[in-house]
């Protein structure tokens, strides 16, 4: 796959980091990061070619104003979103959902997508963000489990 310049909107500036660093690992290159809808409406779409939109902006805002933009501009684009968050493919047709925590692998599978097939990732792109995830389960439960000690007796 060709390496794309994608812009980013992630409130939050540690996971934009962390975002960045996996499309950078990814083999792409980081054309631009916003942190609220007020930056990511000022960004100049020409050096554009796919963009990754936190859905949720938190206080009752969201990524809407600048998905109609990329829309129009004819920029493909997915909604990264969180477990639980209400999504509606039919709201946006031709977007691709990312789900938190991001990897590469959906990251690869998102970009991998036609426009018409945004709407749901491909079967393995889905398997390895739920293996990501249990994996990311088990490690903070062993953190858990070390940090409260050995087990008592049972005798």
């Keep these: 796959m060709e390496s794309k310049r994608i812009f980013l909107l992630e409130r939050d500036s540690v996971e934009a980091g962390a975002a960045a660093a996996l499309i950078a690992q990814c083999g792409h290159v980081v054309a631009g990061v916003a942190h609220s ?9 020409s050096a554009v070619d796919f963009a990754l939109l936190e859905r949720d902006l938190g206080e009752g805002t969201d990524a809407t104003p600048v998905a109609e933009r990329l829309s129009a501009a004819g920029i493909p684009y997915a909604f990264i979103v969180r477990l639980g968050d209400l999504t509606d493919p039919l709201l946006f047709p031709g977007a691709g959902f990312v789900r938190k925590p991001i ?3 959906a ?3 998102v970009l991998a997508l036609r426009p018409t097939d945004a709407t749901s990732l491909p079967a393995d792109a889905d398997e390895a963000q739920r293996r990501a995830e249990i994996d990311l389960i088990k490690a903070k439960l062993q953190q858990t489990a070390e940090r409260a000690g050995p087990k008592p007796d049972q005798n």
């Design 37 to 45: 809808l007020e930056e990511a409406i000022d960004v100049s779409l």
């Design 107 to 109: 990251i690869e599978a």
């Design 103 to 105: 990897t590469t692998a």
